[in-house]
C-alpha cells in the first residue's frame, strides 16, 4: 500500500489548486450549520509518519471553522495514569457529541503500532487491539459517527530532512524526540507495519493516504477526503447500523422463571456470614489493587428489589480510596447526543479499582427499548455493542460481574406501599414507579431477553433471590469474594488476556431457612 503509493497530478496549476483549496474549505465551513441540524458527529483522524505535517494539515483544515463546534485532541504521549485503562477508553472519552466535530493528532493506528514495534505488547495483544479497532469504528458507523482517517505519508528521505531542520533550530529542537529519531531507523519496519495495519482496518471506513511532501496538494487531498465523506453523510442521511451476527460465548441463561424466590436466611446466620464475607472482601481489595485488577460490579432489578441494601453492603468493607459507586440515571442531553455506551466508557475503573454500577448500560435494552427512547434497530444492534464492551474490559483483565436484582409483583407492592406510607422513604417511591410496576409483563420480556443473549463465559449474569433482602446480601457478597478470589489466584497481568472468566463456576448458595 505505501510502498506502491504513487500520487497521481491533480491537473492543477498552482493557482487553481489555491482556488480550489479555498472552496473546498468555505464548503466546509458552511457545512458546519448543515452539520449540526443533521446532528452528525465527524471525526477526522490524522495518523502517519513523524514530521508528516500532521499539526500543519489539521490546522489548515480548522483555519476558518467555528471553534465552538470542533475539538483537537493528540495522543502521541500518553499519559502513564491512560495505561491503567482499557487502550479504547481514550478514545472513547474524546467522541464529540452530534453535529460537531473531532480532529484526532494520531489515535489508535499509532497507539498499536508503536506498542507493538517497541515490544511493549505481544504479538497476540496487538491482533487483538486490532480487532478492536475494527469492532470500534463499525460501533461509530452503525450509531451514526461520520469517520474519516487519513495516513500522511513522506519518503525515508524527506522525513530526514525535516528532522534535520527542526533540531538546527534552537525554537524547534524541542519538537524532536527520541521516538522520532528511533522510528526514522525503523522506518522499512514501521511502514510495513503501517502497511498491514490500514490492510486489517479498512473494512468499515476505509484510508486515505495523503502524500504531505507538497503542502498544497496534501491540503486539496485532505479536504477531499473530508468533504467527499461528509458530503456522502449528508446526502445519504444518519447511518443507522443493523445487529449483527457475530457470535458470543452464551451461556443460555439464567431464567427469571428458575429462581428461587423462597430462599432465606436466619438471623444468626446473617450475621455471621456478613461479618465473615465482609472482612474477606476487604483483604481481596487490597491484593487486588496491588496486582491491578480492575473490578465492575453491576447492578440491575426490579424497583424496591433492594438494590441500594445491597450495594452498600458491598461496599462497606472496601477503602473507600480504592471504589466508586455510580448511579445511573436518565442520559443527560450531552450523554444522548453520543454512542450510549460513551458515559459507562468514561467512568470505567482503572486497573486495582472497583466501580460499582447502580443501573448500567443495560438501560438500553430495557426502558430505552419499552419507553420507546431509542429506535429497534438501536436496541436489538445493542445486545452484541454490549457483548463487545464486556470482551473488551475482560480481555482487559477486568473481573465483570453482573446481578439481577429479582422479586416477584406482589413484594414490590408490599414495598411499594411501606414508602408511600413512610414520611422518610416517601423519597424513595416516584410516579415513575408506579408506571413501570404497569408495565410488569413488557419489562419481565425484555428482562428474559437480556439475560439470554447477554450472559456470557466472560460476563454471566447472576439472578438474586431478594424477597429475603438479607440472603440476597450474602449471596452477592459470595459471588463477589469467590471471584476476586479467582482473580488473585491466577495472578492476572494487567493488559494481557485473561485466563480466567468470572462465572465458570456458580458461587455455592447460602444456606437457607425457613422464614
Known sequence: MLQDFKRNDDGFSKTERKAEICRLRDMLVNWQQTIREAKLPVIVLLEGWDSAGKGFLINELISEMDPRFFNVATFRHVPEEEERYPFLKKFFDVLPENGKFLFLDTGWMEDCVSKYLRREITEGEYERRIESCNIFERQLRDNGYVLVKLFLHISKEVQLERITALREDRDTEWRVTGDDLWQHQEYERFEKTYDKFMEKTGEFCPWHIIETEKSGRAQLDALRAVTDTIGR?????????????RKFPLLGGPSQKDADLTAAISPEDYKTELKRLQKKLSELHNQIYRKRIPVVICYEGWDAAGKGGNIRRIAYPLDPRGFDVIPIASPTPGELARHFLWRFWTKLPRSGHVTIFDRTWYGRVMVERIEGFCSEDDWKRAYGEINEFEKELTDW???????WIHIDPDTQLERFNARQNTPEKQWKITDEDW????????????????????????APWYIIESVDKKYARIRTLQIVTDALERAVQENVVRGVKSQWTSGKKDSKKPKKSKK
Open 233 to 245: 453523510a449528508l446526502e445519504n442521511g444518519r447511518y443507522v447500523g443493523k445487529p449483527t451476527h
Open 397 to 403: 483483565g477486568t473481573v465483570v460481574l453482573k446481578f
Open 435 to 458: 408506571r413501570n410496576r404497569e408495565k410488569w409483563p413488557q419489562y419481565e420480556q425484555a428482562v428474559e431477553e437480556m439475560l439470554q443473549k447477554t450472559s456470557t463465559e466472560y
